[in-house]
């Protein structure tokens, strides 16, 4: 009786200490995704905005035949591939160069780890400065024999490099660490097996390492693929999308309907958006799951 007593008290408790959790995960999240995957479907905007009517599929058709919503999306995988494959060649070196016996390996780590905590509007900002003519990658041209100013983020050539660029050397500490904690996991029996059968130095990171890494490779693709499509803050403060549609991506696009007060339409690009990441991650994390062996 008293243990029943005790297991009522429990879950009273229990829900009581839960349900301020609830009520603003259903507030800041389930409402609102309810709301826009509603307003995806109806005829609204700012010019009447309390009224509304419902239009079937008739937004997803206009985006669709959108161009530059088309030209978006290939913007935004360009974006989130490019990024990802370089980030995580960079990260893989950085974390075998720093599992080594260094003195300074612990200041090394946190240097290359400082960009990832910053803001991603403040690295805008900072970059922004940076890359204007006669900025301070002008300066450092100089040095090496370049002559000239160049608008680096006002020109289609450039702009879409210099904003991956900035990812990659924000985003590259982060997935460093992750493989770093990969490596230090990985027992040295292993190598020294593997150096019994003859593998030596690059042999023993295709056979051995890798294949044991794929976890953390798995946790670091799929991270970097879904912040690359979901990409707004940087692209916003650095170029708005332009110069004209060179780096307008998915979520740079939404936020320019919304503003233009196309309600119904931006919350369908959402939407879309939305289905493109869960797709996209469910099938690379199916995948990469594949590939993982046991340790």
Known sequence: MKKQKKSG????????FAMPAIIIYTLMFLVPTILGVFTAFTEWNMRDLYNFTFNGLENFIRIFEDPNFLLAIGNTFLFAIVSTAIKVVIAVLLALA???????????????????????????L?????????GMFDQILRLFG????????????????CVIAIDIWKG???????????????SSDYYEAAALDGAKGVKKFFYVTMPLLMPSFTIVITSSLISGLKVFDSVFVL??????????????????????GFLG????????????VCICTMGLNKYMRSKEVEA
């Open 265 to 276: 339409k931006s919350s369908a690009m959402s939407l879309v958006l939305t289905i493109i």
């Open 9 to 16: 008290l429990m879950n009273i408790y229990s829900y009581k």
């Open 126 to 134: 900072i970059f922004t400065s940076f890359f204007k003519m006669d």
């Open 146 to 161: 370049y002559s000239g100013d160049f608008i680096w983020l006002g020109d289609e050539r450039t702009a879409m490099l």
């Open 98 to 124: 720093l599992t080594q016996k260094l003195k300074t390996a612990s200041l090394l780590r946190g240097i290359f780890y400082m960009p990832s905590i910053l803001s991603g509007v403040v690295v805008g």
């Open 239 to 260: 170029t708005g999308g332009g110069p004209g549609f060179a780096t307008q991506v998915l979520a740079t696009y939404v936020y320019k309907n919304f503003s233009a």
């Open 172 to 186: 590259a500490g982060f997935s460093m660490m992750i493989f770093i904690a990969g490596l230090q996991s990985i």
